[in-house]
């Protein structure tokens, strides 16, 4: 059998990979164990650990579990480094700075959209124990209308900007808009999300007419590409720079956009239920243009409350503004796309344990509040030879690494 040291060490290389967002399951785990038992010249029968060894290993290092990982894009882990957020935030404090913003809640606002798709998730239902097939009714329809959304830091909410896909403006003929939120625009797309000229119209007929006459007001956007055109900043220029754009870093908006990351997942949830109930409730219909309004007002006034929207500003640093809040398992799977020394022994990188390295980026300047100005990037086990190539800044620069993590697979 590993020792204890041994079973320890497998334990903090899978920990440590699912944290970079390259986790593995049971059978890697299992291989990993056995070429370290060869190497220490000991032996499984068949060559591989037992599920009783399994079940010893999980009682004897009670923070190992099984779980299913949230699928997030590889360009996310790559743009979710300290570089681009930490400018982020420093763009975002000169202005709070600046315009003395830091106490005015109402006019710090934020703004993202998301998709709703007609055919809903179903919900969990009771069943007979031992039922073999569960099914749940839905309308089968995959069309998907996007929500336009915005809301303050104070926990106010603008209406909604709805965008449907179609040609013309016939084919909103068929929704039920006088079942929508009060204030709701619709407009057309040919692809049923936002773009240019769709972005501007909401900044005049929702955003303008709904945040009052008060000067200046902030406006928290992410960096796609179909916010951030010239048509929209034409527009906050024409109120005399009393309209303040911020854009976040691109790819950001699971860790940074504060209806993202508090609002949009309650508003989907409060929709399903929604959906559910009615097809309960009428089991002879199903969700299409004609009843959606209605059930996405039933979820929005659950979801666009007071308390999920100030939580969000609050989790995401953005007010009150601290840039600790954004915690540093965020920037780790960054991590893999560092560029790394050469191992001089056999001119391999020296991760090369982790297979999974793709374009790799240097590591350039970051800024950040309250940090040293000059650090030694390390993010591998001093025991296993491998460190990040040193990196120095200065002045206002800040630090690009994290604590020292055992990512390599022990003793290979």
Known sequence: MLSMDDETKLVDYACNRDELGIGFGTREFFRYAGDLAKKRRLAFKCGMPSQKWWRLVKKRHGQLTRRKPEGTASIRHKQMNKVYVGRYFTALKDVLDKHSLHEMNDRIWNMDETGMVLEHRPTKVLA??????????????????????????????????????????????????????????????????????????????????????????????????SHCFVELIEKAMEENKNIILVELPSHTSHWLQPLDCMVFFSLKTHY???????????????????????????????????????????????????????????????????????????????????????????????????????????????????SVVEDHVSGEQAECGMEKQNVCPPDR
Not at 148 to 176: E, M, Q, S, W, Y
Not at 282 to 307: D, V
Not at 336 to 352: F, K, S
Request: charged fraction near 20%; aromatic fraction near 8%.
């Open 128 to 225: 007979r124990r031992g039922a073999r097939y569960l099914q749940s009714r839905t309308s089968g329809n995959q069309e998907s209308v996007t929500v336009n959304a915005a809301a303050n830091a104070a926990g106010k909410a603008l209406p909604p900007h709805l965008i449907v896909k179609g040609k013309t403006r016939l084919v909103l003929n068929g929704f039920d808009s006088d079942k929508a939120p009060e204030g709701t625009v619709m407009s057309v797309s040919d692809s049923g999300w936002t773009k240019q000229g769709i972005g501007a119209l909401w900044f005049t007929d929702v955003f303008l007419r709904n945040i009052g006459p008060e000067r200046p007001q902030l406006l928290v956007m992410d960096g796609h590409d």
């Open 272 to 386: 399903n239920a929604a959906c559910q109930q009615f097809l309960n409730d009428w089991p002879n219909l199903t969700i299409s243009h004609r009843n959606f309004c209605g059930l996405l007002a039933q979820a929005e006034r659950k979801a666009l409350t007071k308390e999920n929207i100030v939580r969000g500003f609050e989790s995401t640093g953005i007010m009150p503004f601290n840039t600790k809040k954004i915690l540093q398992e965020a920037f780790i799977p960054s991590m893999l796309y560092i560029e790394l020394p050469v191992n001089e022994n056999n001119n391999e990188p020296a991760t090369a344990g982790l297979h999974t390295l793709t374009d790799s980026v240097p590591v350039v300047e970051v800024i950040a509040e309250e940090v040293p100005a000059v650090s030694e990037v390390s993010s591998f086990h001093d025991n296993l030879g491998y």
